[in-house]
T-cell receptor
Framework: ETGVTQSPTHLIKTRGQQVTLRCSSQSGHNTVSWYQQALGQGPQFIFQYYREEENGRGNFPPRFSGLQFPNYSSELNVNALELDDSALYLC??????????FGSGTRLTVV | GIQVEQSPPDLILQEGANSTLRCNFSDSVNNLQWFHQNPWGQLINLFYIPSGTKQNGRLSATTVATERYSLLYISSSQTTDSGVYFCAVYTNAGKSTFGDGTTLTVKP
């Protein structure tokens, strides 16, 4: 079975720009969760999508938005990038109630 | 929201020693998972353990959901065990919370 893949692996953006990160779920998984991990901290939950609908959201502003597609892959969009958005962005897929499998992450640098 | 506390924050061991990592959480949860984060940032699943005890080689984990804690045991530690260990809890509302992690250093 294929695992969770994220793209791109690294990205550099300028403050104020917009970015789209992508995640392909593990085969058989219908739920995708996104996390932001700053250096030296644990991952912070951004939101979760289940069958193309947002199913839960953490304490992130509306400029963080997402989509899930019929094949259960997902996108994370961040508008009006700020310097503090620099972080490792992790995607995890799971069945509705099951263990999470994580991708390798996208390292975003905002300059 | 749920608070997750991991202890100790840092742990230094000699190769061959045993260790216990703890995860306390402040409310009832659906599920709990232990991860090891490798130097490249990927989170590797160790245990999916909402309750009870599981073992996988030198690692084992126990979750006592009624008392809101989980323990990860590492026996006969090896240098390759070094890294950051995270506990994550999940609720019915689709939310998840990670602890701040335990950084383990195993010296040869």
């Amino acid at each position: 079975e294929t695992g969770v893949t994220q793209s791109p692996t690294h990205l550099i953006k300028t403050r104020g720009q917009q970015v789209t990160l992508r995640c392909s779920s593990q085969s058989g998984h219908n739920t995708v969760s996104w996390y932001q991990q700053a250096l030296g901290q644990g991952p912070q939950f951004i939101f979760q999508y289940y069958r193309e609908e947002e199913n839960g959201r953490g304490n992130f502003p509306p400029r963080f938005s997402g989509l899930q597609f019929p094949n259960y892959s997902s996108e994370l969009n961040v508008n009006a990038l700020e310097l503090d958005d620099s972080a490792l962005y992790l995607c995890a897929s799971s069945e509705r109630q099951g263990s999470y499998t994580f991708g390798s992450g996208t390292r975003l640098t905002v300059v | 929201g749920i608070q997750v506390e991991q202890s100790p924050p840092d742990l230094i061991l000699q190769e061959g020693a045993n260790s216990t990592l703890r995860c306390n959480f402040s409310d009832s949860v659906n599920n709990l998972q232990w991860f090891h984060q490798n130097p490249w940032g990927q989170l590797i699943n160790l245990f999916y353990i909402p309750s009870g005890t599981k073992q996988n080689g030198r690692l084992s984990a126990t979750t006592v959901a009624t008392e809101r804690y989980s323990l990860l045991y590492i026996s006969s530690s090896q240098t390759t065990d070094s890294g950051v260990y995270f506990c994550a809890v999940y609720t019915n509302a689709g939310k998840s919370t990670f602890g701040d992690g335990t950084t383990l250093t195993v010296k040869p």
